[in-house]
């Protein structure tokens, strides 16, 4: 049996301008963390000609071409697995439609997980391109490229997005004393509403395509504020990168009556109260996780956990995309 594991990740910076309807025009900047919370992917060969897999169903096929399930279809399809006699099943610490990324974390672990069985090694860059190209450009999701990743490389990293698509992936350098505060002092709470993040990037898509007056302006400066987020960071100004964040989140929160509603404005609010420097929705928006940046975490703990928000506690994880098990 195979096993493989995609590390979820959040968006400290830049989201919305990895998007091909977007960077194609202007470019693309988005800075993300991978968290310690995954996508797994077992894969394992059977005497019965026929495809299995599970994810939050069950479905068996003949051939690849036949699976109801996008991901899983076209993945085996790039990768030449059109009738295998394997059983694949998925599982994640994290639900999809919390705004972590999943379906780029879902995605690499397969691509990762297909290659092993094909004897190859990949390294995260190629994995990263395979996935994007599978969800962009086969599939055409409107969702962006931060994803897989993230999710490939681990880390904390800033990802330059050319007009042409190719990507730069960028190390964060920030001191250890200012990373230790950023992994103490950054809190995710569930909200209980999820989301299709497809869905919700799909209008940004369309406003982008279309010309839509003032969406270009609105994400250059969503790229700025991406931008001096990681200088803030690399420079150990953390308070800068709280106030960023929130300003950020009222920029994302004015442009679309999609990206919020009364209950997350309330318990963003209240967050703030607490004493958070800023804090956001993390990933498309519409409901997910709360992601703050606070330093004396006590009061807002207890008055989110008062206000039935569990706390999802993390840390960062430095690895990216792997095979955790392999005859």
């Known amino acids: ?153 681990g880390g904390l990293n800033a990802f330059h997005i050319a007009r042409d698509g190719s990507v730069t992936v960028e190390p964060l350098r920030i001191p250890s004393a200012t990373l230790y505060d950023l992994e103490d002092n950054l809190v995710l709470f569930f909200t209980g509403f999820s989301r299709s993040a497809p869905s919700i990037l799909a209008e940004q898509d369309r406003q982008s395509r279309t010309g839509e007056p003032g969406i270009a302006d609105h994400l250059r400066r969503v790229r700025e504020i991406g931008e001096g987020q990681v200088r803030a960071l690399q420079s150990g100004d953390v308070d800068t990168f709280g106030d960023l964040l929130r300003e950020h989140w009222d920029l994302k929160r004015n442009r679309s009556s999609g990206m919020s509603n009364p209950r997350i404005d309330e318990w963003h609010d209240l967050g703030m109260r607490c004493g958070a420097r800023g804090g956001k929705l993390v990933g498309a928006g519409g409901g997910g996780l709360l992601l703050f940046y606070v330093v004396d975490k006590t009061r807002i703990r207890r008055e989110m956990a008062k206000a ?15 095979v955790v098990s392999q005859p």
Request: hydrophobic share 40%.
């Open 1 to 153: 049996m195979i096993i493989t594991r995609s590390p979820l990740r959040i968006t400290l910076g830049g989201g919305g301008t990895d998007l091909p309807s977007h960077y194609r025009e202007h470019g693309g900047f988005v800075a993300a963390a991978a968290i310690d919370k995954y996508v797994y992917i077992t894969l394992h060969r059977t005497f019965e000609q026929e495809l299995i897999v599970k994810y939050s169903r069950m479905e068996r096929v003949h051939r690849a071409a036949e699976l109801e399930h996008p991901l899983l279809r076209e993945a085996l399809l790039a990768l030449g697995h059109d009738a295998p006699a394997l059983e694949i099943t998925s599982m994640a610490d994290i639900p999809a439609g919390t705004g972590l990324g999943s379906s780029g974390s879902f995605t690499t672990a397969l691509l990762q997980a297909l290659h092993a069985l094909d004897g190859r090694r990949v390294d995260p860059q190629s994995l990263a391109e395979q996935a994007c190209r599978i969800e962009i450009d086969v599939l055409g999701q409107p969702v962006g490229k931060q994803d897989p990743y993230a999710a490939a490389f």
């Open 308 to 322: 039935g928000l569990p706390e999802v506690r993390f840390r960062f994880e430095l690895r990216g995309t792997q």
